[in-house]
């Protein structure tokens, strides 16, 4: 069982720059690949980036490529997301998820989610 709580989240001015965390309970962490996601009220959730159990493989989504970078370290079981030259755009609740299955986790049904932190890009 993994249990995921997100910090980070913020206001930032449009341009700006956050880090966001995803702190992971439990010893299997390092099984586990990550993903963050996000979701305005009204509308589908996105994805917005993953990473594989070892760091070694990342995937993003289209509208943060080149702005966004996840990274994880797994003696500290916690991922990152690094958000750079923030847009009102960027503006949602963003979601950590875990799940043993890489297209699992891409695809948004991971089993394990946590209760998102909200970033707010002022314009």
């Known amino acids: 069982q993994v249990q995921l709580v997100e910090s980070g989240g913020g206001l930032v001015q449009t341009g700006g720059s956050l880090r966001l965390s995803c702190a992971a309970s439990g010893r299997t962490f390092s099984r586990y690949h990550m993903g963050w996601f996000r979701q305005v009220p009204g509308k589908e959730r996105e994805f917005v980036a993953a990473i594989s159990w070892s760091g070694g493989s990342t995937s993003y989504g289209d509208s943060v490529k080149g702005r966004f970078t996840i990274s994880r370290d797994n003696a500290q079981n916690t991922v990152y997301l690094q958000m750079n030259s923030l847009k009102p755009e960027d503006t949602a609740v963003y979601y950590c998820?875990?799940?043993?299955?890489?297209?699992?986790?891409?695809?948004?049904?991971?089993?394990?989610w946590g209760k998102g932190t909200l970033v707010t890009v002022s314009s």
């Open positions: 998820a875990a799940d043993r299955l890489w297209a699992t986790v891409v695809a948004g049904r991971a089993d394990h």
